[in-house]
């Protein structure tokens, strides 16, 4: 089940809901790969570079930002990076 939904400015990227706090995936567009899942609550926005994600937590009282680049470079690190 999909939820509340973000898209990247460039509209290359959305955070989508998945379930019931049950995280939220970064997929890429057009494709529809998904490159990352986040357990955290429902996504808000990206900034407007789309370096960073805000969501609520999982009591829906607390914002959490997200650096999707630092993420990235952890992931690179695994050799689990996405283009």
């Given amino acids: 089940m999909l939820g509340a939904m973000a898209l990247s400015p460039d509209g ?3 955070a989508l809901l998945i379930g019931r706090n049950r995280g939220v995936k ?3 567009i057009p494709d529809g790969r998904e490159l990352a ?3 955290t609550g429902e ?3 990206f900034s407007p570079d789309g ?3 805000a969501t609520t937590g999982d009591d829906r009282r607390t ?3 997200w650096d999707l ?3 990235r470079n952890r992931l690179k690190a ?3 990076d996405w283009d």
């Fill in 43 to 45: 996504p808000l926005c």
């Fill in 78 to 80: 695994l050799k689990l």
């Fill in 37 to 39: 899942e986040l357990d």
């Fill in 12 to 14: 290359h990227l959305a």
């Fill in 69 to 71: 680049r630092l993420i």
């Fill in 51 to 53: 370096v960073q994600l």
């Fill in 63 to 65: 914002l959490l930002v």
């Fill in 26 to 28: 970064l997929v890429s």
